[in-house]
Nanobody, 117 residues
């Protein structure tokens, strides 16, 4: 299972860095997985935050553009989400998601991010 970590509680304007490590079962093929971060705010549906493809193309939700950065290191089998200038509306459970070339996807456990005003 994908292992997400790095969540916590910060004040508005602060920063956090989330990490997601791939399970050993996909170590040898991690480079062919698209990786993304989703989040689910309290009482709302899960939404895409950022995506990084196998060729390092990045896509962001409009609400986080210019504040969040997704990156990956295939040798370390890890993807990160650098979150700066955090706002209270960024409060959510953040999930890591992997998708292979067939379209099959897998979720990691969530990590809580709480931003206070």
């Amino acid at each position: 299972q994908l292992q997400a970590s790095g969540g916590g509680s910060v004040q508005a304007g602060g920063s956090l860095r989330l990490s997601c490590k791939a399970p050993r079962a996909i170590f040898s093929v991690f480079n062919v997985y698209s990786m993304s971060w989703y989040r689910q705010p309290p009482g709302k549906q899960r939404e895409l935050v950022a995506l990084i493809t196998t060729d390092y193309t990045k896509t962001y939700a409009d609400s986080v553009k210019g504040r969040f950065t997704i990156s990956r290191n295939n040798s370390r089998k890890t993807v990160w989400l650098e979150m700066n200038s955090l706002k209270p509306e960024d409060t959510a459970i953040y999930y890591c998601y992997s998708q292979d070339t067939t379209g099959a996807g897998s979720w990691g456990q969530g990590t809580q991010v709480t931003v206070s005003s």
